[in-house]
């Protein structure tokens, strides 16, 4: 079908800050609908509220408006512009809210605009407990037990019929919010009074419980002819209990038989229609009791989510563009495939690898917060890795991690009680609970045992025991020669693990496997495993036979983008990587590296090539070394990535890889505490009194000679991590017990500690400038509202200053 000719402007709402549960999933599905719209010759109008965002920039929207998301302000957008037609579903659950509200509210009606994307009535039908429940019914399949309620009286009546433990689940929130698990009448007060007051319709579902069970995941697109593609399924490695987005997740499903498989398509497939979804896409979420084979839905999103990008990146196939294209009228076999160009998109993509995600966790920032995952998100990131099996997959994402203690290592094995322990506090889960299964298997414990504890599906189990024996070989072998290295490697082993294991520097290692010529090839991402050729250059690593990166005559730039989101490190640095990959293309090759499946950087219509690969010295220089190969290199931007890029820039450099932009030399004189105090000193500015200690009596002589309190900094850290105000001599030593992990391993390297005199009554200032060695363009002063003390991320903030005189003004631009 052409497309729709009677509408020629949309209004597209955005999902405003991110949030845990809503994050930069978002800005990519809506700056992506930005682009197909705008390309399609219709007016786009946004609303969103993010400056960190691609989507907030002026050139991706005919007029946008950095506003509250809220029904009043969209109205008054509507009443101004006069749109055809408002897209809802690209935007996460707020944008999803703020469309129902004008929906019901009338607003729509009396402007004459049209919701696009899915219907309201198929919205509610999705997102409403009690309607989906109905649709699940009609269609054949099954939901757990439930009871609709509105008030906790409703709940705890409720109990009465349905037992302990119970799930509950509040209509219209995401990524969990207000759900969780109620062992208690207690917990059900709890967890049911927050669900009902987060949820838009003060509901929630009660519903037995199915801890345990194994989770799947299909994400769905239909088209207005009912043409029909499952796009990809995904498996959690943890069993229902802990949110998708917190679970590993593996795609495509790999412990399904053909035939629950087909079932659960035919379900997904029949919900989708009989839910209304003709226009776009949805997941739905499947439970499957792995006693009794038992098959529950567990509920549908009629919108794009996280799964939806992280569907949308493992397989190439661009979720959000083709939701946009479909809200406009055409039909899936109308839309061409962007990686093949010779297929159409209702071809259903075929995956020849594995793709392994894992969850970014930031419980050190909040030492007092409940580290247990349940049904609501906790994760504030995440990474994705691809491989050609489930251990390579699994252990490149984790590394790809980027923090301590998110890989798997090799020691001292445990015994008796303490391995007992181990086993049964596995059953518990947390951000650290793979890593628990791993020592506990490598230590002697067995799978049954594992299992009965975990619910971790006995096929996850037995593979990493095979890596716990790949690593016995690397540990037990007289010598690491070529055929060894070659088969750790296929399993996903880093150089760094395998000089642990071995009692060996990591540089040895690489340096011994470079005197062998192993090195990764590249393969594709295209959608058709190989059935068609690829016009997209998206590959991933893989010790393997041959590679797929195409010669190339144009000098390439290869940019490090910054990993998963953190605190600290968020969707700002993705911002600076796209910004950077389309200003350069019209002179270079743009070349991304990346390994963050929400961003818009890992788009493969971003730049010239995308690497998904981990951020680490030995997967970027593998890159690099790949790329050389193809064709000349200008060189590589360590600086727009945020501190993961950084903290490699020297370790690049020594290794012969040119550094564009600011040097590293000029890094380490802004990262490094002891040489900027050099640099304040030499230009005879003014700093508060300082000393930098590389041993804890240094630091305490140093706290003592300057007086309490004083402000206590790493170095080569984002985010302010490990910084803190202390008061007193114990409160100093408290801190170096705390945080002797997180100094070592944000700094990357010895580098020294910051000790100055803590300002407690003076205002903060930010200060952007850009500087090309000639002249300095002063971007902005920014006046924090707060006095010092509170991170600069954490402060409301002003911009122009209100507070500052002129004198100041002009003493702070020279």
């Not at 906790?378 to 489930?390: C, L, P, T």
């Not at 700094?747 to 002249?775: C, M």
Request: glycine share 8%; hydrophobic share 40%; aromatic share 6%.
């Amino acid at each position: 079908m052409p497309r729709r000719q009677d509408i020629s402007s949309v209004l597209v709402i955005g999902s405003g800050p991110i949030v845990i549960g809503q994050a930069c999933e978002f800005d990519y599905s809506g700056t992506q609908a930005c682009k197909i719209l705008r390309q399609e010759g219709l007016r786009v109008i946004l609303v969103n509220s993010n400056p960190a965002t691609i989507m907030t920039d002026p050139e991706m929207a005919d007029a946008t408006y950095v506003e509250p998301i809220t029904p009043e302000f969209v109205e008054s957008v509507i009443a101004k512009e006069q749109p055809d037609a408002l897209l809802p579903t690209l935007g996460g659950q707020t944008a999803l809210n703020t469309a129902m509200a004008l929906e019901e509210s009338g607003v729509l009606e009396r402007y004459g605009v049209e919701l696009i994307g899915a219907r309201a009535e198929a919205i509610t039908k999705g997102e409403d407990r009690d309607e989906f429940k109905k649709v699940v019914e009609k269609c054949g399949a099954e939901s757990a037990r439930s009871i609709i309620c509105h008030t906790l009286a409703d709940c705890h009546a409720a109990a009465e019929d349905l037992g302990y433990p119970l799930v509950v689940r509040p209509s219209f929130t995401m990524g969990g919010l207000g759900s969780g698990f109620a062992y208690t009448p207690e917990d059900l007060d709890r967890i049911a009074g927050q669900g009902l007051h987060y949820s838009a319709t003060t509901e929630v579902l009660l519903e037995e419980s199915i801890l345990g069970w194994k989770e799947y995941e299909l994400e769905i697109m239909r088209d207005q002819a009912d043409n029909v593609v499952v796009v990809c399924s995904i498996e959690n490695v943890d069993p229902v209990g802990v949110h998708t987005g917190d679970s590993i997740t593996v795609a495509p499903a790999l412990t399904l038989t053909d035939r629950e498989y087909q079932k659960l398509r035919d379900i997904g497939i029949a919900i989708i229609r009989e839910v209304g979804v003709d226009t776009g896409g949805c997941n739905i979420q499947f439970a499957v009791d792995p006693a009794t084979g038992r098959i529950i839905v567990i509920e549908m999103n009629p919108r794009v989510s996280r799964s939806s990008a992280l569907a949308s990146k493992a397989t190439g196939f661009p979720i959000a563009k083709l939701a946009a294209r479909l809200a406009l009228g055409y039909t899936l076999d109308e839309i061409p495939n962007d990686i093949t160009q010779s297929t159409p998109a209702s071809f259903e993509p075929t995956l020849d690898y594995v793709v392994v995600k894992v969850p970014r966790f930031a419980f050190e920032k909040f030492p007092s917060a409940d580290p247990v995952l349940t049904t609501t998100m906790k994760s504030v990131g995440e990474a994705m890795a691809i491989g050609r099996n489930f251990s390579e997959a699994l252990q490149k994402a984790m590394r790809s991690i980027d923090k301590t203690g998110s890989v798997f290592t090799w020691g001292e094995k445990l015994v008796g009680d303490e391995l007992t322990k181990l086993i049964a506090d596995a059953a518990i889960p947390t951000d650290g609970r793979l890593g628990q299964v791993q020592q506990a298997l490598y230590s002697g414990g067995s799978l049954e045992q594992l299992f009965d504890s975990t619910k971790i599906d006995p096929w996850f189990l037995d593979q990493i025991c095979l890596i716990n024996e790949v690593a016995e070989e690397i540990a037990s072998s007289p010598t690491l020669d070529e055929d060894l290295l070659a088969h750790a490697k296929r399993h996903g082993f880093s150089d760094a693990q395998i000089a642990q294991i071995r009692g060996l520097g990591e540089e040895t290692v690489r340096e011994i496997r470079r005197s062998y010529g192993l090195h990764p090839v590249f393969k594709t991402v295209d959608t058709c495993a190989g059935e068609f050729a690829a016009k997209t250059p998206y590959h991933y690593s893989s010790y393997d036979e041959s590679s797929e990166v195409r010669p190339r005559e144009r000098e390439a730039i290869i940019i490090l983008g910054s990993g998963p989101n953190r605190i600290g490190q968020g969707i700002e640095f993705d911002y600076s990587c796209v910004h950077a990959s389309q200003t350069l293309a019209d002179h270079y090759e743009t070349i991304m590296v990346n390994c963050n499946p929400e961003t818009v950087s890992t788009d493969y219509d971003i730049s010239d090539r995308l690497y998904f690969e981990p951020l680490t010295l030995e997967d970027v220089l593998e890159v690099y070394e790949a790329e050389k190969a193809a064709g000349p290199i200008a060189g590589m931007i360590v600086q727009l990535g945020g501190q993961t890029p950084l903290s490699l820039a020297k370790d690049l450099q020594n290794a012969g890889v040119p550094i564009i932009g600011t040097p590293p030399e000029a890094i380490d004189a802004a990262e490094d505490r002891g040489l900027f105090g050099g640099v304040l000193a030499s230009a005879g500015l003014d700093a508060p009194a300082y000393g930098t200690a590389t041993t804890d009596e240094q630091t305490t002589e140093i706290a003592n000679r300057i007086g309490y309190p004083v402000l206590v900094r790493p170095s080569y850290v984002l985010g302010g991590r490990g910084m803190e105000i202390v008061y007193s001599e114990n409160q100093l030593h408290d801190y170096l017990g705390r945080h002797e992990d997180s100094r070592t391993d944000a700094s990357r390297r010895k580098a020294p500690l910051l000790v100055d005199r803590f300002l407690d009554a003076a205002t903060e200032i930010d200060v952007d400038g850009l500087y090309d060695g000639n002249e300095l363009f002063l971007g902005g002063v920014m006046e924090h509202i707060e006095e010092c003390g509170i991170h600069s991320g954490d402060s409301a903030c002003v911009l122009p200053p209100i507070t500052l005189s002129q004198s100041v003004m002009e003493r702070i631009r020279a």
